[in-house]
């Protein structure tokens, strides 16, 4: 079982890279990644006359995941429906929850990587204080935020088999995410609503955690952001779990789930 | 047919297509008004002409670059999904008007795009928009418009024999973004990378479509004569690119394999 388990998320991930040599996957993966932090990180710079931009460095880092958990994982079973794999999954007797989770395995380890390599190069560009990092807490906070990400991711791609819509959705929910995490700018600048909207975000309370580890120590208050995260993350889970039961249901009644 | 029909018909068509699209109504409504979001939070506490000049133009901007470039070359990627890519090279009417007409549809949606962003920025933020001068700003965003329009046509060429369009176009978007300085001036940029940022004629055209609505301590000249430079180099490079895709294109026979 594990052993199936650890060869389907392999396989996975090289159906993930595949197509790329290593130049493409620095250019792609790494290189799309560190201009899009620079972008930010120099509008802020320009918007504020702020030179300290570690709060900038470390929220648009954690940002960047959603690059891999939301429009990689997003459309996971919107490509097996277009290479015709969907039906063999839905008739196999494989837990669904086995395969949505041996697809999540290369995107946490592609979304840590993503947030780790940025922050650090962005960190070296921008000068940002290391010694005044707590590394233990930033890395708790970056395995958490990975964590929900890509729940959120697994909730999308399970609604990509009951829309053709996929892409607006989630090219709509990463810009909201970069909104509502306060990766450039203060939520509290939001109308109140829209504040509100943060809390059910996922980065929102990560990134404020991750901002405490520069020059700070473990605190109640990052101690129930982190909870708050975790929690959101397996609120996502449990969500997709059941909608891809339904889905399921539904597609096996019906047999319509490659049709639209 | 004549060229004027080839380039309206395939305008048209491409039009219909694409408004067709659900993500390209993305690009169209929703990614203006969040991109304002973003850009008009950052840029909340700067000054006015800061907000007009970077927020307000910057979010327009990057829009029409996505609608134009983002959106021509990924056509090109589904001209070969839907098999249609080698028909539109080896029909009678000539490829580089098709591939016009395609990106000429593509700007007339663009440019409702560029619209919404200024109305919702101007609504959202109660910020009143103002410009400095009228004929500068209509003749510097034709001008902005002509010079998307080159650099789209140079890079879907480039595509046109790639079979990982997708993966290029995701690596165009924010990088032009910033060497262009859409979002904030490129003085910010290492000189290094600024040497980059003078090759491309959107970088003279942006700091144009700038003079027009705020005051900037760059004249009009030192700004129009490096984008003319700029874009016939574009345009003569682009004609040379063709003729190099269309050679390799009959050698390799292999346009249609994705």
């Known amino acids: 079982m594990i052993r199936r388990f650890c060869s389907q998320a392999w396989l996975n991930a090289k159906v993930n890279q595949g197509g790329l040599d290593l130049t493409e996957f620095l250019a792609y993966r790494v290189g799309i990644s560190i201009t899009t932090l620079i972008f930010y990180c120099l509008i802020a710079n320009h918007a504020t006359g702020q030179i300290d931009l570690t709060r900038w460095v470390v929220g648009n880092a954690f940002a960047l995941c959603i690059y891999e958990c939301i429009f990689g994982l997003g459309i996971c079973f919107n490509s097996d429906r277009y290479y015709g794999r969907l039906r063999s999954i839905i008739v196999s007797p494989t837990s669904k929850l086995t395969v949505i989770m041996y697809y999540g395995v290369y995107s946490i380890f592609i979304a840590f990587l993503t947030i780790v390599v940025s922050f650090a190069t962005g960190g070296l560009i921008f000068g940002i204080p290391f010694n005044d990092l707590n590394l233990g807490m930033l890395m708790l906070a970056i395995s958490i935020a990975v964590f929900t990400c890509v729940g959120f991711g697994f909730l999308f791609a399970v609604l990509a088999l009951i829309t053709d819509s996929i892409y607006l959705l989630l090219n709509a929910i990463g810009l909201l995410i970069i909104i509502f995490s306060g990766a450039n700018f203060p939520v509290s600048q939001l109308p109140a609503f829209a504040q509100w909207i943060a809390h059910i975000f996922p980065l929102f309370r990560s990134v404020q955690a991750a901002n405490m580890s520069f020059g700070g120590e473990f605190s109640s208050l990052f101690g129930q952001l982190l909870i708050g995260e975790a929690i959101l993350g397996l609120v996502f889970y449990v969500m997709s779990f059941i909608l891809i039961k339904i889905i399921e249901r539904i597609a096996i009644k019906r047999a319509t789930l490659e049709i639209f | ?258």
């Open chain 2, 1 to 258: 047919m004549n060229s004027k029909s080839v380039i309206l018909t395939s305008m048209l068509v491409q039009m219909k297509q694409t408004f067709s699209r659900n993500m390209f109504k993305f690009t169209l409504f929703i990614g203006p008004i969040l991109h304002t979001i973003i850009l008009g939070e950052m840029y909340r506490n700067s000054e006015q002409d800061s907000f007009i000049a970077y927020a307000v133009l910057g979010a327009g901007l990057l829009n029409l670059w996505t609608c134009i470039a983002f959106s021509s070359a990924g056509d090109i990627n589904r001209e070969r999904y839907s098999n249609t890519l080698s028909i539109i090279f080896s029909t009678p009417a000539d490829f580089r008007l098709i591939l016009l007409g395609k990106i000429l549809g593509n700007t007339v949606l663009a440019l409702g795009s560029f619209l919404l962003t200024v109305i919702f920025a101007t609504v959202f933020y109660r910020n009143p928009i103002f410009v400095n001068n009228w004929p500068l700003l209509i003749a510097a965003f034709l001008l902005t418009v002509l010079a998307f329009i080159i650099i789209s046509i140079f890079v879907a060429y480039l595509l046109t024999l790639s079979r990982k369009t997708e993966i290029y176009m995701n690596c165009l978007d924010i990088p032009f973004a910033l060497i262009c300085g859409f979002v904030f001036p490129i003085d910010n940029l290492p000189q290094f990378i600024r040497f980059i940022s003078y090759l491309f004629p959107p970088t003279w055209a942006v700091r144009l479509l700038r003079m027009a609505v705020v005051e900037t301590s760059y004249g009009f000249w030192e700004n129009f004569i490096p984008l003319i430079i700029t874009m016939v180099v574009f345009s003569i490079l682009t004609a040379w690119l063709y003729r190099i895709i269309f050679k390799q294109t009959k050698i390799l026979g292999t346009l249609e394999m994705a």
